[in-house]
C-alpha cells in the first residue's frame, strides 16, 4: 500500500530553536497534505491542510505564524515549529490523501521535545 | 465541538471475546466513516471504512456496523486477540473541495488479555 514517511521520529530541542519535521508520500503524489498534534492519551487534533503550491489552511486557534508549512512539492510537505517552547512538546503527525480510493495514509508521527 | 464522540474510553477484553465501540456523530454531511488502528508511538493506520449507504461491512474479524438514522456507528472486533491491544480511532470525514477532512474520535485503549 501508500506509504508515507516522516522525519525525524524524535527530536529533542531547547527552547527558542525551530524544528523542521518532514512529511513525504513514498509511491503517490498527493496534492494534499494535513498536519496533526496528538497529546498523550488524546486524539488526532487538526492542524492544518497543506495544499501543494499554495498557502496552508489553519485551523482555528492554531498560529500559522509559529507552526510554519510548507508544500513545495506533490511529495513533501514540511512544518516547522518555530521559537519552540515546552509547551509545544508533543506528537506531530502527517497524512497524505493518495490513490484511487483517496484513502488516507499517515506517517509514523514525530516525538518532539522541547527543553 | 466534539462532532464525533467515542465510547468507551478504554475497554479489556478477554482473549476470544468480543470487542465492541460505539461512536455516535451530529453532522449529517459526514459521508465516510473509517476506523483507525494506532500502536504507541506509531501513526494511525486504517482498519476498515464503511459509507453511510450501507448498514455493515465486514471485513475478516472486524465488522463496522452503521446506524445511519441514529447517527451511530460501531466496530466489533470480533475473536480478539492480544495482537489487538492498541487504541482505536472512529472518525467521520466530508467533501471538502476535493479532499476528505477528516474529524476523529477521542479513541478507545483496547487491551486484549489472554
Known amino acids: 500500500g501508500a506509504v508515507v514517511s516522516q522525519h525525524p521520529s524524535r527530536v529533542i530541542c531547547k527552547s527558542g530553536t525551530s524544528v523542521k519535521i518532514e512529511c513525504r508520500s513514498l509511491d503517490f503524489q498527493a496534492t494534499t497534505m494535513f498536519w496533526y498534534r496528538q497529546f498523550p492519551k488524546q486524539s488526532l487534533m487538526l492542524m492544518a491542510t497543506?495544499?501543494?503550491?499554495?498557502?496552508?489552511?489553519?485551523e482555528q486557534g492554531v498560529e500559522k505564524d509559529k507552526f510554519l508549512i510548507n508544500h513545495a512539492s506533490l511529495t513533501l510537505s514540511t512544518l516547522t515549529v518555530t521559537s519552540a517552547h515546552p509547551e509545544d512538546s508533543s506528537f506531530y503527525i502527517c497524512?497524505?490523501?493518495?490513490?484511487?480510493?483517496?484513502?488516507?495514509?499517515f506517517g509514523e508521527g514525530s516525538r518532539l521535545t522541547v527543553l | 465541538q466534539q462532532q464525533v464522540k467515542q465510547s468507551p474510553q478504554s475497554l479489556i477484553v478477554q482473549k476470544g471475546g468480543i470487542s465492541i465501540i460505539n461512536c455516535a456523530y451530529e453532522n449529517t454531511a459526514f459521508d465516510y466513516f473509517p476506523w483507525y488502528q494506532q500502536f504507541p508511538g506509531k501513526g494511525p493506520a486504517l482498519l476498515i471504512a464503511i459509507r453511510p449507504d450501507v448498514s455493515e461491512k465486514k471485513e475478516g474479524r472486524f465488522t463496522i456496523s452503521f446506524n445511519k438514522s441514529a447517527k451511530q456507528f460501531s466496530l466489533h472486533i470480533m475473536d480478539s486477540q492480544p495482537g489487538d491491544s492498541a487504541t482505536y480511532f472512529c472518525a467521520a470525514s466530508i467533501d471538502s473541495g476535493g479532499y476528505q477532512k477528516v474529524t476523529f474520535g477521542t479513541g478507545t485503549k483496547l487491551q486484549v488479555i489472554p
Open positions: 497524512s497524505a490523501q493518495g490513490g484511487w480510493t483517496g484513502e488516507l495514509f
Open positions: 497543506s495544499n501543494e503550491g499554495s498557502k496552508a489552511t489553519y
